[in-house]
Structures are given as C-alpha cells and as structure tokens.
C-alpha cells in the first residue's frame, strides 16, 4: 500500500466523488445530528450535469474496468477494506454524527462493512458447462451489465452502500453510489476512499436533493438500479426505470414476525429477542416487528420481555452504555408520532411506554403493545421505530396465517426447542430469510431479498452477485 493510501481521511469537509475528482456545488445543503438537532457540515447538491458527466466517466471506466481480471478486481476491494478499517474509528463517530445509532452500533456496521468488502469479493460466480460431446461445448456464464446506481436508505448507509459496490464492481461493473438525503457523510467519504484503489469512474457518489434519485433511474445511461428503501418508493423506482428496461434489484419495507412456541427457555431468549427487536431503535427493515408468543407463557414472556427493555439506556450515542438512539429524521420522528397516536384511537395497552416526550433530538421512548388485535396499526404497520406488539396465539394453522397475513415477506423466525417442528412451521412462511431460533443472521455470503411486497430480486451471496450481470449461453463449435 502506498503512502497516499495508507493516509487517514479528512473528516471535516465534504464533496461529491467524479471521476476520482473531489468535485463541489453552488448549491450545498446540510442534516442535523438526531440527538440534538444541531447541524451538520455542508454537501453538495448534485446537478443533473454532474450526474451526466458521471454517468459518462462511468462508461467509460467499464470498457477497461469489464476487461480486468477478478482476481485484479479482488486485490482492490481486498485493499479498499483494509483502509476503510484502518480508518474506522473516524467512519464510526461520523455515522453516529449522521445516524444518531449508538458508537458501539455504528462500530459494528464499519467493522461488517470491511468484512462484506472481503466476503463478497471472495464468492466464486458460476460458470456452468450446460453440455459438452466431441462437436459442441455449451456454457453459461455471467458477463457485467455495465453501469449501476446503488440508492441507499438512512439506516445502514455505510454497510448497505458497501454491499452495492463491493458486488457491482467485482463483477466487472461500475458504479454511482446516491446516499439518502438524510445520511450523505459516511457515503461521500467511501467515494474519497475509492479514489485511491480504483481507477477513474469506477466508483462515483453524489450527494443530492430529491430530484436525484428519479434522474438517476430515468438516466439513459444507467444499466441497472439497485434500490434498498420503502415498498412505496421502491415502486416508483420500478416504474421509472421501466422505460428504459433497466435490471432493477428491490429490498424493500419488511414487517417480520417472531412465533415462539410454548416450550422455550422464556429467561434464555427473551434478551435476545429484545435486541432483535429493538437494535438501531428498531429502524432495520429485518428487525422482528411482530412477537407472536404461546398463549401458555404469555403473560411470563411479556413481564420478562418489558423487565428486561426497561434496563437498556437511551440517550445521545455518544453516552456509555447507551441502547437506544434517536430515530434518524423528523419525517420518521413524525410518523411514529403519528403511529403513536393510533394507541389511544385504537384502545390499545401499553405494556411500557406509550407516549413519546418531545426532547431535543427525534428520541422515541421504546413502547411495548401488550396483546393489541390483528387489524391495529401497530400490527399491520411497519412502524420503522421502537414500538413492538406481543400477541397471543394457541393454534399453529393460525399463527402461521396470521404471520403471512400482511403485503410483507421479508424475513421471519420461529423459536422452540422441537427444531424439527419449529422448521415445520419456518417452510411455510412467506419470507425471503426465515431463521430457527434466531433472527437478522445474515452474511456476505448468504443472499437477502424479499417476497412479495418486499421486494425483487435480492443482494449479497451468488445471486446477488449474479444480479449485476447478464446471463450469457456460449456455444462453442469444435
């Protein structure tokens, strides 16, 4: 590694990544610290004449960059991981600054981050011999589409921005990176970092208001969107990008459920299933949103559950020992207001919390619904905030039915000590990852995605790999 590469990152200004320039705007715009409201530093505010000159740096930088070898493609991400964990201390105060997660959260999501950059560029992409005889040999294989655009949400903006280029770039693809309005910082400085590891337009980011994102998957130029975000605006996504028949790959809004069964270890689990449910105050589209628990250990399962929530901190991020930050933006702070108000509209019981205390920065008082009907908001919603309900059930046709019940299938999980019954039940529901006695499990080298509303297509492993290539059957004539 050279010096230049070696070197620690600037971390106090900001600039949108062209063409391995550090490039700024006339107009520039600015977040606030969840916590506390106060400011954050300057970004630009791409132009649509930045994104085209990226977009032409970018296919430009694919004529030579499809050419490489995987192994050249994985020596540079292999190198642009160990930077970004040389660098992580920085990375993780900044994504507490941007995100409000607690340090030890954020810690976690740099350090995934460097290892989803080594994991994904280690799977071997399939090449298939379909057919071989003395006159003919048939193989598929995987050829790079061309350019990408990754479009990243608020809540994992360095993991989920890292899991988009680490897969575009080792499959000979380039890409633009378009962070969140709402979480622009850590992204802006992976771009910097890319400069020094990848060649000119093979990895870009743009910082942007709102009418980024639809030029993007409108653009031409563009050969395939990957969008992690809401249900809702993953279908304009679709819809966009629909003109030019760009591959779209959506992970979309998720609402899993949990059923524990009556035999489980209610003391053992329960603190796991806390922070399953409430980890990065649960604004993780695979966090456990609905716990469906035995009516047999209901009432020991929920004193447990609301006992152990109660021990766990919130505050600034910055604070030792602290659990739950504030959720990330006013547009959430606003909706779970909202979402909160359905507690009394509907008649709901709060087994703790319930009210939300206005305070300097978007903090959320973490809510536990005790036994609210099926139809409730709090039920059928993804609320994207720290508000989980505890329902009842008897019956394993129910419950399974119940789980399934809404537009989601994005994860789900069953815990019991029968593992024989507890998979039973996880082969019928509708989910893209069902765990066993476990839940938001994931790896670089294990695909995610969703079914039904959650989403098409999925990210991470070979088919996410896969997804940022054409399929190619070549016949070769002897």
Not at 104 to 132: C, D, F, H, R, Y
Not at 314 to 331: C, K, L, R, S, W
Not at 359 to 382: A, C, H, L, M
């Amino acid at each position: 590694m050279t010096k230049d590469q070696s070197s620690k990152l600037d971390f106090t200004s900001f600039y949108n990544i062209i063409n391995n320039e550090l490039t700024s705007s006339t107009q520039t715009r600015h977040n606030v610290n969840p916590a506390n409201r106060q400011s954050n530093p300057e970004v630009p505010i791409a132009t649509k004449e930045d994104l085209d000159r990226a977009v032409t740096a970018a296919r430009a930088a694919f004529k030579t960059w499809s050419t490489t070898t995987i192994s050249e493609r994985r020596a540079a991400l292999h190198a642009y991981s160990d930077a970004l964990a040389a660098n992580q201390e920085a990375f993780t105060q900044l994504l507490t600054q941007e995100q409000g997660k607690p340090l030890t959260q954020a810690a976690v999501e740099i350090g995934m981050s460097a290892q989803w950059l080594k994991g994904l560029s280690n799977i071997t992409v399939p090449e298939t011999v379909v057919e071989e005889d003395a006159t003919k040999k048939i193989v598929q294989r995987y050829v790079p589409l061309g350019v990408a655009a990754g479009i990243v949400p608020w809540n994992f903006p360095v993991l989920l921005a890292i899991g988009k280029i680490a897969s575009a770039v080792y499959t000979g693809n380039t890409i633009i990176i378009k962070p969140s309005p709402f979480t622009p910082y850590c992204a802006l400085k992976l771009g910097e970092l890319a400069t020094r590891f990848f060649p000119p337009g093979v990895v870009q980011v743009l910082s942007g208001n709102d009418d980024l994102g639809p030029w993007i998957t409108s653009h031409p130029g563009i050969d395939k969107i990957s969008f992690t975000g809401s249900t809702e605006t993953g279908k304009r996504v679709m819809a966009s990008s629909a003109s030019t028949l760009k591959r779209v790959t959506l992970e979309l809004g998720g609402n899993d459920p949990a059923i524990i069964c009556e035999d489980v270890d209610v003391e053992e689990i329960v603190p796991k299933l806390v922070m399953l449910s409430f980890l990065v105050s649960s604004q993780i589209c695979m966090m456990i949103k609905r716990l469906y628990i035995h009516e047999k250990i209901y009432d020991q399962f929920r004193d447990a559950f609301v006992k152990h929530t109660a021990t766990l901190k919130m505050g600034n991020g910055t604070d030792a020992d602290t659990f739950f930050g504030p959720v990330q933006n006013e547009m959430q702070y606003e909706k779970l207001k909202d979402l909160f108000s359905s507690i009394q509209t509907q008649g709901l019981n709060p087994a703790l919390g319930g009210t939300i205390t206005e305070s300097k920065g978007f903090f959320v008082t973490p809510t536990i619904i005790d036994n609210p009907p099926e139809e409730s908001r709090v039920v059928q919603e993804e609320p994207f905030g720290p508000i989980v309900p505890l329902i009842k059930w008897s019956d394993e046709e129910d419950v399974i039915a119940r789980a399934n019940g809404t537009e989601s299938g994005l994860g789900a999980s069953v815990w019991s000590k029968d593992v024989e019954r507890a998979n039973a039940i996880a082969s019928r529901l509708q989910s893209g990852s069902v765990w066993v006695n476990s839940h938001f499990e994931v790896s670089p080298n294990v695909s995610i995605g969703g079914h039904k509303g959650s989403g098409i297509g999925s990210e991470w492993g070979v088919n996410g790999l896969t997804s940022y290539c054409n399929t190619q059957s070549l016949w070769l004539k002897k």
